[in-house]
């Protein structure tokens, strides 16, 4: 599966961005999700991630109530809706699939989008 993330850009704190990630290839739907992001200086983190039906979500703490993941398998689309932007979460945002069970091995990663939160 190929995946492009999109949606990124320059706001100002407390704004709103929603990020999308589009795939092609076969068996999308098959797939766990994943947000990671990745900011000057630091590790890659995880942002959230969601099963393969969307019935279930993980959220690092730092955006728990401010950042929402959804997909549409229809769609073969997946999106990140982020409210009240924090300069924190400035850093480039990939999008990432893969399987696995008890842990997803994310084995496909978008090429990634930057978000800049400016005070």
């Known amino acids: 599966v190929q995946l492009q993330a999109s949606g990124g850009g320059s706001v100002q704190v407390g704004d709103s961005l929603r990020l999308s990630c589009a795939a092609s290839g076969r068996s999308f739907s098959s797939y766990s999700l994943g947000w990671f992001r990745q900011a000057p200086g630091k590790e890659r983190e995880v942002v959230a991630t969601i099963t393969w039906g969307g019935g279930d979500t993980f959220y690092a703490d730092s955006v728990k109530g401010r950042f929402t993941i959804s997909r549409d398998n229809a769609k073969k689309t997946m999106y990140l809706q982020m409210n009240s932007l924090k300069p924190a979460d400035t850093a480039v945002y990939y999008c990432?699939?893969?399987?696995?069970?008890?842990?997803?091995?994310?084995?496909?990663w978008g090429q990634g989008t930057q978000v800049t939160v400016s005070s």
């Open positions: 990432a699939a893969g399987v696995g069970i008890p842990s997803v091995r994310y084995d496909y």
